[in-house]
Structures are given as structure tokens and as C-alpha cells.
């Protein structure tokens, strides 16, 4: 297991040239965003959607405002990880309910939880606020990356785009949402970037123990 996981991450890169020929099943796909769902987050608030993108005139309309990374139309999947705008509205409300219903309480049971959540929003600005839920949509996508893997599926994370043009593309403004990351999935293609040796720090370098 443990040499299973390291040779996934080795194998895995940040491809640039997919091949637009080698479709996931929806199988596949589904594990992949499974993993996004049962993501952590600060609270349990999950600060986000996982958009998947199909259809192929929008995914060329997203390629547009994206560099023109040609992963944007030619990977199998395209899923837009977008952050919730809405949290001081809505994310603690929704929290209580959600975990209410799993725990089969009341939603007035969780009355301290509610008290914390809405404390520690309530003390951070706007902007901070932002950067917070914008944050914990890191982690899923990190999640998925790891996924996709070990499961022999390519992927290539991208931040390479006008986030604003994305989500008038998609009319996530008005869903009370904003684009953070885009991850494509699928299998490479003719790509030299899968030949590059990792050029990453030493274990020691980003590693320490404090024994
Ligand atoms: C959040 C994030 C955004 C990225 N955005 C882009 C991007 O827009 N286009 C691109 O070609 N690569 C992008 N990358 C890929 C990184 O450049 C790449 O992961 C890094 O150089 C390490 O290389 P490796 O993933 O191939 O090991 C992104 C990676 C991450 C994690």
C-alpha cells in the first residue's frame, strides 16, 4: 500500500497535453468526486461546488479565457471547483442542519456548535472571509489529484484563467458562487511534460522533526 501510494504520486503530473480520444467512465469520474465530497474542512462548513463541464461549446468558451490551455477542451472531464460566497448568510445554518439530520438531533441540540461557527465568521472581515472559504477549496482539490492517481487517471490543476470571465460563463454569481481552481481529468496524450524528473525539495528541506 504504502509503495502503491508512492509510486502514484511519482507517476502522477501536471499534464499539459491530454488525449482527447481516451474518455473516463462515469464510474471513474463519480470515485474522483466522491473524494472532493468527503473532503475536510475548517468547521465541516464545505465552502464549495465541483462543477463538471460538458458540454464542449461552454469548454471552449472557458478555454477562451483560460490561456487557451488546451486541457480545458481536450481532457476527458473538466470540473470547475468553485467557493461559496454566501458563507455569512447561509454556511452556518446549512451546517447545523446537515449535521443535525446525520446525528438524528434536533437542530436546537446543536446550539454551541451553531454559537461557534457563527463566532468565528462573524469576526472576520469580508476579504477574510473570502480567502477562508477560498482556502478550504484546496483541500478537495488535493484529494482528487491523490484519487485520480492512484486510480491511473491523469489530471492537470489549473489556475491559469480569468475567474471572473468563468463564472459569467457558467452564471455562478447568481448560485452564490466564484471560481477558484479548474481540474482536468482524463488520460495524456503525446506530452513531453511526462518525461521531466520531478524537481522537487528534499525531504529534509520541507520535512522536520521536533523531537
Ligand atoms: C493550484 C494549481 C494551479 C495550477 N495551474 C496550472 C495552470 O493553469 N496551467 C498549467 O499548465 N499547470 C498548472 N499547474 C501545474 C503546476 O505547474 C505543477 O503542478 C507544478 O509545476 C508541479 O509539477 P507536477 O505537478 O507536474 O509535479 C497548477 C498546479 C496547481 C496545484
Known amino acids: 500500500m ?30 474522483i468526486l466522491e473524494s472532493a465530497r468527503m ?14 463541464v460538458s458540454n464542449p461549446e461552454i469548454r471552449a468558451k472557458i478555454r477562451a479565457v483560460s490561456y487557451d ?6 481532457a476527458s472531464h473538466l470540473i470547475v471547483i468553485a467557493r461559496r460566497t454566501d458563507i455569512r448568510e447561509n454556511i452556518t445554518r446549512e451546517l447545523v442542519e446537515r449535521t443535525a439530520k446525520a446525528q438524528g438531533k434536533d437542530v436546537s441540540e446543536l446550539k454551541g456548535l ?10 472576520k472581515s469580508d476579504e477574510t472571509l473570502s480567502a477562508w472559504a477560498q ?8 484529494m482528487m489529484l491523490e484519487t485520480a492517481a492512484l486510480l491511473g487517471i491523469d489530471t492537470g490543476p489549473m489556475e491559469g484563467f480569468t475567474a471572473t470571465e468563468i463564472d459569467n460563463i457558467l452564471g455562478l454569481k447568481e448560485k452564490n458562487l466564484a471560481t477558484v481552481t479548474m481540474l482536468a481529468l482524463g488520460h495524456r496524450g503525446d506530452d513531453s511534460f511526462a518525461e521531466l524528473p520531478k524537481a522537487r525539495r528534499d525531504f529534509d528541506e520541507v520535512v522536520e522533526f521536533v523531537n
Open 114 to 123: 451553531e454559537d461557534m461557527v457563527n463566532g468565528a465568521i462573524s469576526y
Open 135 to 142: 482556502s478550504q477549496t484546496y483541500i478537495p482539490l488535493g
Open 69 to 74: 490551455q488546451t486541457k480545458v477542451t481536450d
Open 39 to 52: 473532503a475536510p474542512s475548517s468547521f465541516g462548513v464545505e465552502p464549495w461546488k465541483f462543477i463538471v
Open 2 to 31: 504504502q509503495d502503491e501510494i508512492k509510486k502514484a504520486l511519482s507517476w502522477r503530473y501536471a499534464v499539459k497535453t491530454f488525449d482527447s480520444s481516451k474518455k473516463l467512465s462515469e464510474s471513474e469520474v463519480n470515485t
